[in-house]
């Protein structure tokens, strides 16, 4: 199986800045990467697939990038509900494969 | 899009449970839809997937005991869950494909059927 190795595992923001999270494929994915957003209590909502298209209704605000293995979601401006646990997910072989989450939160 | 699951509960080790998912909102016959679960407090897990004509995959950890199936008439979606394990605890949501080629990308998501395997 695909290994997804996601970092960090929290960080701590505030209103306005710009954040980073990566995902680290076990092997080369072909940008065949989509994010999540994961409220508490919520189920998960698709933000990203295919490395960086940005799903219907999602705010542009959010960026997707990478490569081979590398890859990353970018949050510009941070509001307030974007307070959430965010997932990367392989779809390029199966098992699809998740990584263990970020856990966003705002200051 | 709205999916809505049911049928979770509490049960205990080595019994069985069967999970539904409603459709609606959508041509629910023309997507494959997907089981995940977490764990609590715990990450994603992807548990099967059955596609539009009804062929299956599954996680390794369920093969032989969860079974994956479709009622298109119904416009509804079923997870069998046999000889239950503690480790089978969990949220379970069912969520649709995305559609080719992204099959294994979910695009909307239920609120989840939580499962309580305990003695």
């Known amino acids: 199986d695909i290994q997804m190795t996601q970092s960090p595992a929290s960080l701590s923001a505030s209103l306005g800045e710009t954040v980073s999270i990566e995902c680290l494929a076990s092997?080369?994915?072909?940008?065949?990467l989509a994010w999540y957003q994961q409220k508490p209590g919520k189920s998960p909502q698709l933000l990203i697939y295919?490395?960086?298209s940005l799903q219907d209704g999602v705010p542009s605000r959010f960026s997707g990038s990478g490569s081979g293995t590398q890859y990353s979601l970018k949050i510009n401006s941070l509001e307030s509900e974007d307070a959430a646990t965010y997932f990367c997910?392989?779809?390029?072989?199966?098992?699809?494969?998740f990584g263990g989450g970020t856990k966003l939160e705002l200051k | 899009v709205q999916l809505v699951e049911s049928g979770g509960g509490l049960v205990q080790p080595g019994k069985s449970l069967k999970l539904s998912c409603s459709a609606s909102?959508?041509?629910?016959?023309?997507?494959?839809m997907h089981w995940i679960r977490q764990a609590p407090g715990k990450g994603l897990d992807w548990v099967a997937y059955?596609?539009?004509?009804?062929?299956?995959v599954y996680a390794d950890a369920v093969k032989g005991r969860f079974t994956i199936s479709r009622d298109n008439a119904k416009n509804t979606l079923y997870l069998q869950l046999n000889s239950l394990k503690s480790e089978d605890t969990a949220i379970y949501y069912c969520?649709?494909?995305?559609?080719?080629?992204?099959?294994?990308?979910?695009?909307?998501w239920g609120q989840g059927a939580s499962v309580t395997v305990s003695s």
């Open positions: 969520a649709r494909a995305r559609g080719y080629p992204y099959y294994y990308v979910m695009d909307a």
């Open positions: 909102g959508f041509t629910f016959s023309s997507y494959g």
């Open positions: 059955i596609s539009s004509s009804s062929g299956t």
């Open positions: 092997e080369d994915i072909y940008n065949n």
């Open positions: 295919y490395a960086s």
């Open positions: 997910l392989q779809d390029s072989e199966y098992p699809p494969t």
